[in-house]
C-alpha cells in the first residue's frame, strides 16, 4: 500500500500525472517542479493534443533536449528527445508524429552508441503500440514477446513488492517531498521543468554536453 499510495517515481499514476503536464505543454505554457514522470508518455500526450504543425522536429536523447525555439526563433520547434532513446523511441515518436500528421520537413536528431545497440533500455515499450504502427508502414517485420518475460519486465508489478522501492517511498514521504507541478507561463521554469517547446530547463551550471554543437547551430542561425 505504501509503495502505491506514495508511488514517488509515478508508476501508478504515470497517466494522470502526465495528462496535467502535457495540458501546460500543449497551451504553449512553461510547467515547473515536475519530476519522476515517463517521458515516452508525455511525448505521446503532446504530440496527440498539440494544436501546431512544427516546421522543425528534434528526435534524439537527452544530449539534444537543450535545442528549442531559442536555436530556430523564425520557426515553431517541438523537441520530442527522450532519455536513453534508442532506436525504437526513435521509430515510435516517428509514427506518432506520422499518424497526426504532425510530421514536418526537418528533422534534426543526435545519434549516440546506444541509439543502434542490442543493449538499450525497454523505456520505449511504453509506446510500444506506436513502434509497432510505424514499424508496420515502414514493412519491417516485428518480433513478439514472450508473455511471461513481458510479465517480469512490468515495472506495476515487480515494484509493488519492492522493498528498494518502499525506503524510496518513505525517504520521499519523510522529506516532505510533492509532486505538485504547476504552470509558470512563459516564465522560466525551475530547473528539470520543461519549455514550452519541450525542451528541459537545466541549471545555470550544466554545460551543454557538446559545445561544438551548440556553436555551430549559432552560427548557422547568425
Request: hydrophobic letters at 35%.
Amino acid at each position: 500500500m505504501v509503495n502505491y499510495r506514495i508511488d514517488p517515481a509515478n508508476i501508478y499514476n504515470a497517466e494522470s500525472y502526465t495528462d496535467g503536464i502535457a495540458g501546460i505543454l500543449i497551451n504553449r505554457h512553461n510547467v515547473s517542479n515536475i519530476s519522476n514522470y515517463d517521458e515516452r508518455i508525455l511525448q505521446k500526450k503532446v504530440i496527440k493534443g498539440i494544436k501546431i504543425h512544427p516546421d522543425r522536429v528534434v528526435l534524439g536523447s537527452s544530449r539534444i533536449m537543450e535545442i528549442g525555439n531559442d536555436f530556430y526563433p523564425q520557426d515553431t520547434v517541438i523537441n520530442c528527445g527522450v532519455s536513453h532513446a534508442n532506436i525504437f523511441d526513435i521509430t515510435a515518436i516517428s509514427g506518432l508524429l506520422v499518424e497526426k500528421n504532425k510530421l514536418p520537413k526537418t528533422v534534426l536528431f543526435n545519434l549516440d552508441p546506444f541509439t543502434i545497440s542490442r543493449d538499450n533500455t525497454n523505456e520505449w515499450k511504453s509506446i510500444e503500440s506506436e513502434f509497432v504502427y510505424m514499424s508496420k508502414i515502414l514493412n519491417q517485420s516485428v518480433i513478439k514477446e514472450n508473455f511471461f518475460q513481458k510479465l517480469i519486465e512490468n515495472k506495476k508489478l515487480t515494484s509493488i513488492l519492492s522493498f528498494t522501492y518502499f525506503k524510496e517511498s518513505i525517504s520521499y514521504l519523510s522529506n516532505k517531498k510533492n509532486k505538485n507541478y504547476f504552470d509558470v507561463g512563459l516564465s522560466k521554469p525551475f530547473p528539470n521543468g520543461r519549455f514550452f517547446d519541450g525542451t528541459i530547463s537545466y541549471p545555470d551550471s550544466y554545460s551543454f554536453p557538446d559545445t561544438t554543437l551548440t556553436d555551430r547551430i549559432v552560427s548557422e542561425n547568425a
